[in-house]
């Protein structure tokens, strides 16, 4: 398995309140990402990063910010938490940015959120 | 504007019968495809890949087919078994690019 752990695994917080997830790899892998998902909608690329600092945006970024200080962390931020961003976070990890057989995508457990 | 679609969300069927789980997408840049299958409470795992350049990739009792004309995958599982139970995803990406766009996932349930 590789190496991608997730914190916190599950949280429940109040509107308006700043969430912080925190994926960490062992892996030394390049390319970091922050998906959502959600019934009906699958998963939804959030933010994604190619590098230390290097980071980009997905599909459904709004409300959401992201750090890359180190290469093993990728930081997801709610500045204001809404009930919309209840929802499960995946972080995945690849080596590199370009999918083939030799490069997938490898997801951590997940974390479970919900904003009351 | 959902670019890959999965527009069946459940199956059921028996073990040791054919499963068939189908993904339509609408983007013609895409050329690489993949499924990816998730446990409840767990993260997604890849199980099987194809590029645009074949028409059927398989693995074990996994098999993909790629229909680039009707922009249609479908993945054969064969003979389903109870532990193939679980939500399925397709992904597509352009292989140039740097992330894959997911469809809406397919739960199939394998009933001894």
């Known amino acids: 398995d590789a190496g991608i752990t997730q914190s916190p695994r599950h949280k429940v917080t109040e509107t308006g309140t700043p969430v912080t997830l925190r994926c960490h790899q062992t892996e030394n892998h390049r390319y970091m990402y922050w998906y959502r998902q959600d019934p009906g909608h699958g998963l939804r690329l959030i933010h994604y990063s190619y590098g230390v600092k290097d980071t980009d945006k997905g599909e459904v970024s709004d409300g959401y910010s992201v750090s890359r200080s180190k290469t093993e962390d990728f930081l997801l931020t709610l500045e204001s938490a809404t009930s919309s961003q209840t929802s499960v976070y995946f972080c995945?990890?690849?080596?590199?940015?370009?999918?083939?057989?030799?490069?997938?995508?490898?997801f951590g457990p997940g974390t479970r959120l919900t904003v009351l | 504007d959902q670019q890959v679609k999965q527009n069946s969300p459940s199956l059921s069927v028996q073990e040791g019968r054919i499963s068939i789980l189908n993904c339509d997408y609408t983007n013609s840049m895409f050329d690489y495809f993949l499924w990816y299958k998730k446990y409840p409470a767990e993260g997604p795992t890849f199980l099987i890949s194809?590029?645009?350049?074949?028409d059927k990739n398989e693995d074990g009792r996994f098999t993909v087919f790629l229909n680039k004309s009707a922009k249609h995958l479908s993945l054969h599982i064969v003979p389903s078994q109870p532990g193939d139970s679980a939500v399925y995803f397709c992904?597509?990406?352009?292989?140039?690019?740097?992330?894959?766009?997911f469809g809406t996932g397919t739960r199939l349930a394998v009933r001894p």
């Open positions: 995945a990890i690849s080596e590199t940015g370009t999918a083939s057989s030799y490069n997938e995508q490898f």
């Open positions: 992904a597509a990406s352009v292989s140039s690019g740097d992330k894959l766009t």
């Open positions: 194809i590029s645009s350049i074949k």
